[in-house]
Structures are given as structure tokens and as C-alpha cells.
Nanobody, 126 residues
Framework: QVQLVESGGGLVQAGGSLRLSCAVS????????MAWFRQAPGKEREFVAT????????YHADSVKGRFTISRDNAKSNLYLQMNSLKPEDTAVYYC???????????????????WGQGTQVTVSS
């Protein structure tokens, strides 16, 4: 059974930082591309960042580029999202997701991801 558990969300003032974590079990973590997505109230789920199974390739959405950094620790089966210079528009539920295919390239497409965490709330106050 594949499980993804996010943590690290919370309430922060604009300009602050948070680090999200995603612990993965039930799958060979080091063989799968991972990603972060987010969903704000009344909006569709949107792509945030993705990292290849080896960690060699990353891609960040334009809205977070230069402020957020995705990373992974394959030895610990953990995915991370370092979020700096947070803005009120970053407020959303953040989800980690694991790609449906073994050793595939990075992807920003929701449909490529087979398993999702339950989400962690990030709220940025102005």
C-alpha cells in the first residue's frame, strides 16, 4: 500500500519561510519522479514543482521560481519543498504526488501522478 504523508504546513506572515516534507512508503521511492501541487479555495489544483527520480532534474512553476525549491532524500524516502519569500497568494493546500511510471521524466501534469498525499495547509497572512 502506497502512502504519502505531508507535514510542515502552517500559518506564516508574508515574506516568511516554511519547509514542507512528504514521507513516502510502500513504493521504491528512489525510482519515481515526484511533484508538489497546490489547491487554493475555489481554484483548480495547480502544479508547483517536480523532481526526477534521481534528483538530477527539477522544474518549478513560474509563479514560484526563485522562491521555492524542491528536493529529495532517497535514502530517507522523503520529498521536500523549501518555500521562501512567501506571499498571500501562496495560500493553499499543498499535496505531494508520486509518478505512476517507473523512472520517468519530470512532469507537471496531474494525470501522470498515481498516488497523492492528504495535503497540508499553508496560510500566508499579509
Amino acid at each position: 500500500q502506497v502512502q504519502l504523508v505531508e507535514s510542515g504546513g502552517g500559518l506564516v506572515q508574508a515574506g516568511g519561510s516554511l519547509r514542507l516534507s512528504c514521507a513516502v512508503s510502500g513504493r521504491s521511492f528512489g525510482s519515481y519522479t515526484m511533484a508538489w501541487f497546490r489547491q487554493a479555495p475555489g481554484k483548480e489544483r495547480e502544479f508547483v514543482a517536480t523532481i526526477s527520480w534521481s534528483g538530477d532534474s527539477t522544474y518549478h512553476a513560474d509563479s514560484v521560481k526563485g522562491r521555492f525549491t524542491i528536493s529529495r532524500d532517497n535514502a530517507k524516502s522523503n520529498l521536500y519543498l523549501q518555500m521562501n519569500s512567501l506571499k498571500p497568494e501562496d495560500t493553499a493546500v499543498y499535496y505531494c504526488a508520486i509518478h505512476g511510471g517507473l523512472r520517468r521524466g519530470i512532469s507537471a501534469h496531474t494525470d501522470d501522478y498515481a498516488y497523492w498525499g492528504q495535503g497540508t495547509q499553508v496560510t500566508v497572512s499579509s
